[in-house]
């Protein structure tokens, strides 16, 4: 598979309805995101390895949440789980330069190695912390998106997240979890699901 494969393969099955994130997926390498061992797999649909035992998702997983996401130009986004920094760069191409990526990773090399990858990324801004907390400092968000899976939604999530917001959350056991989406209404989230995933686990005080 190479950039193309996969932008026809979500064309053809009408996958991506905002045509920025397909811009964003083709201004973003995704190579210079992935560790060399894995540079001929780039682009495979797939998540690969990255340090630590941890990954970097599939490009469908990516674009499923981000559609989910509604993202619009000069957005506040949280992002919990930086891992290699990909999500954070399209996120950042997302938003444009008026808005702002925060992005919280809890593995020190993890956070090292994105804060390398997203040097260019100049409206994001990488936290080596626990994100289950969320990130109290530059709350409130318009969106959260949390790419490592959750117990249950962590609560001081809802809490940094705008009215009419929009979260996109991973939520259940090890095996078979449901990607949630939840809009806060009067305080509240109403979230639905939208399909069954396989995460990593959200570590850290709110997580597993
Ligand atoms: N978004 C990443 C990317 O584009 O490469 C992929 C993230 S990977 C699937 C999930 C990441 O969540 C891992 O790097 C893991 O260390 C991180 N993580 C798990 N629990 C966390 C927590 N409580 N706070 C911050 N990061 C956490």
Sequence with gaps: MNKKDLINQWTKLKLVKDKRIISAFKKVKREDFVVKEYLREAYEDVPLPILQLQTISQPTTVVIMLQALNVKLGMNILEIGTGSGYNAALLSVLVGSQGNVY??????????????????????????????????????????????????????????????????????????????????KKGKLETQSLGNFMFVPLTGEFGK
């Excluded at 917001?165 to 449901?178: A, E, F, T």
């Design 103 to 184: 992005t919280t990773e809890i593995i020190p090399d993890l956070a090292d190695f994105a804060k390398n990858n997203l040097k260019k990324f100049r409206n994001v801004k990488v936290f080596e912390s626990d994100g289950s907390k969320g990130l109290p400092n530059f709350a409130k968000y318009d969106r959260i998106i949390c790419t490592a899976a959750a117990k249950e939604i962590p609560k001081p999530l809802i809490e940094q997240l705008k009215e009419n917001g929009i979260i996109v959350i991973p939520v259940g056991p090890k095996y078979g979890q449901r990607m949630i989406k939840g809009i806060k």
